[in-house]
């Protein structure tokens, strides 16, 4: 990770909503977090807590509500046009499914180097020929250039979707759970890829996932989202010792289980999440007080590099 204090990515009091008038719901409440340049960030959370709306934010797939992301200190939160274009050379991004990014139509070798015709940075004389280094680079047989992806399988596929995506050597690549629909051993594959990609080409990411274990491994910090909010952004190698918020731990327990401290029963407590009021871990907290009801708590350092959402830090 670079020694420059400034971040590569600053999201700030971003709010986005889905639907209008008495249908409107909010999906992102005021979450700010940034990314330092080589950075590899975690951002994890259930499914529904807003992950992928994050990502859909920072790559203008859906509007903003309110709230700046900036990108190496400019604000993008607007940008359209041959700006927003631009701005697609620095940041790419690779999907859950391969599917939903790969034409079925275009054979393999010309998918991967479309992003760098769009862009001019490869002669088509010499795409034939930049399409087998990536292919190369990716682990996979040169002769899949002249191949349509149905012919390949998931892990193979994904493995294509990563080599169009960091073909231009974008500063930002985020990663939308790129490994949660393949086997165990794709999945180690595709994570020793990322890694070695940080390490040739000092690459950012945003790795996206519910699978914890998986980032605490490959990711330097942790952001942990819960419907929408930031309760907890703490460095990965403090992640089992110094996790604080309720929520992080019954992550954490789900994941690790026994190995350990198990984490406390989650408690219930009807319709308080419809409130707008109070924590929005209030109904299964198990160490919730009367004033978690009532009062929003805000996103407070209480150690270097670490963050925490909770009335519990005053304690």
Do not use: W
Request: hydrophobic letters at 40%; proline letters at 5%.
């Amino acid at each position: 990770m670079s020694d420059n204090n400034a971040p590569l990515l600053e999201i700030k009091d971003l709010v986005v909503s889905f639907g209008t008038g008495r249908r409107k719901k909010e999906v992102l409440h005021r979450i700010s977090f940034d990314i330092k340049e080589g950075e590899c960030l975690g951002l994890v959370g259930e499914s529904g807590s807003g992950k992928s709306t994050v990502s859909n934010a920072v790559m203008h797939f859906i509007p903003v509500e309110a709230g700046r992301i900036l990108f190496r200190g400019q604000d993008i939160t607007a940008l359209h046009g041959k700006k927003l274009r631009q701005m697609y050379r620095d940041i790419q991004m690779v999907f859950q499914s391969p599917d939903e990014s790969i034409s079925p139509h275009m054979k393999i070798g010309r998918y991967i180097t479309e992003v760098c015709e769009n862009f001019s940075l490869t002669r088509s004389a010499d795409r034939a020929v930049k399409a087998r280094e990536l292919l190369r680079a990716m682990g996979l047989d040169e002769a899949y250039a002249d191949r349509y992806p149905a012919f390949l399988s998931g892990g193979e596929r994904q493995r294509v979707a990563i080599a169009r995506a960091v073909s231009v050597l974008p500063s930002l690549l985020i990663c939308d759970e790129p490994t949660s629909a393949l086997d165990v051993s794709v999945q180690a594959l595709i994570v020793e890829l990322l890694r070695r990609l940080q390490r040739e080409h000092g690459m950012t990411y945003l790795f996206i996932s519910h699978d914890l274990p998986l980032v605490s491994h490959l990711c330097q910090r942790v952001v942990i989202l819960y419907q929408g909010e930031i309760v907890e952004i703490l460095p990965s190698t403090h992640l089992a010792q110094e996790a604080r918020h309720p929520y992080t731990k019954k992550l954490l327990s789900a994941a690790f289980g026994s190995a350990m401290e198990k984490a406390p029963a989650m408690a219930s407590l009807p319709d308080c999440n419809r409130t707008p009021d109070g924590c929005a871990f209030k109904s299964e907290c198990p160490c919730r007080e009367e004033r978690c009801l009532r009062e929003r708590p805000e996103l407070a350092c209480i150690a270097p590099e670490h963050q925490l959402a909770c009335f519990l830090a005053e304690k």
